[in-house]
């Protein structure tokens, strides 16, 4: 039998090996997804025919998995054993296409469903930092009106300013659903545990006061940003974190991975307005085997 237990911080070095050699891009695929949202989509690990498998189960009992990662045949083999243990059934979820190839080199077939909530946000970074072109010509009159209308600066998140950005966070979520509730959670997992998990963490301040936090890393050739949160009645600090941030961090890449928009309207039309080079699309596929 598989055993899958917990994702924790300490497994961060026995697991990272396999998720760089899947060579997936994805968001999901990233260490700190699984460690700061461990607890909020119950995801836990299990190795099996030498192959890293990922699970979450939802609020109802149903379990949704990762690719295999590590070696395509290892791979193969866990898919076919983990739905052996499953009557033959398993649900891959959140698959890119690098992911779905795979499994049509396999000879597996599967039931695909595209899942537009979870498609990453892709941009180009030079254009994030430069505002440039006419599609962006708002975005830089925000930027504008911000730098002339306020004070401001960026700070590196340190243990000094972890009560700042509590602060912040506070007064942005302001909704208190249990998915709210969920997200700030892991917000300040990471916040607390950024050095371990290779965050790099800058705070927005405008007239002394903290109007945007930025967590983000390296991750497979991208930037990946984990949180971008703002006060949105600072009109121009989202652009404003944005392109302070990239400017001082991550020169060396091409692209911006924003995540997805988890089906939210308002995130997806802040994420659109800011013109994404493309996405990185995920679908669930469903096996019988």
Known sequence: MINFKPVRTEDKEALVPYINKSGFVNSECSFTIMRAWQEACNIEYAFAEGALCVKWTDVNGKEGFYFPMGDDEAAKAAIYAIAAERGGKITLTGQSEQALDKLRKFGISAEITPRRDT??????????????????????????????????????V???????????????????????????????????????????????????????LILGQEHRGYALL????????????????????????????????????????????????????????????????
């Open 119 to 156: 498609f990453d946000y892709v941009y180009e970074r030079e254009r994030l930092v430069t505002l440039a072109g006419k599609k962006l010509h708002g975005k830089k009159n925000h930027f504008n009106h911000f730098i002339a209308n306020y004070d401001y600066e960026m700070r590196e």
């Open 158 to 212: 340190t243990e000094d300013g972890i009560g700042l950005c509590e602060r912040l966070l506070e007064r942005v979520i302001e909704d208190r659903s249990s998915d709210s509730e969920r997200e700030l959670k892991s917000t300040l997992f990471m916040l607390r545990e950024r050095e371990r998990l290779g965050l790099r963490g800058e705070l927005l301040i405008a007239s002394g006061d903290p109007v945007g």
């Open 226 to 289: 984990h949180v971008a949160r703002c006060d949105v009645s600072v009109r121009g600090a989202s652009v404003a974190l944005f392109k302070f941030f990239l400017e001082r961090n991550f020169s060396g890449l091409q692209y911006v991975n924003f995540m997805e928009d988890m089906g939210i309207e308002g995130l997806r039309k802040a994420k659109l307005s800011y013109c994404p080079a493309f996405f990185i699309e995920k679908s669930d596929a469903r096996i019988s085997i």
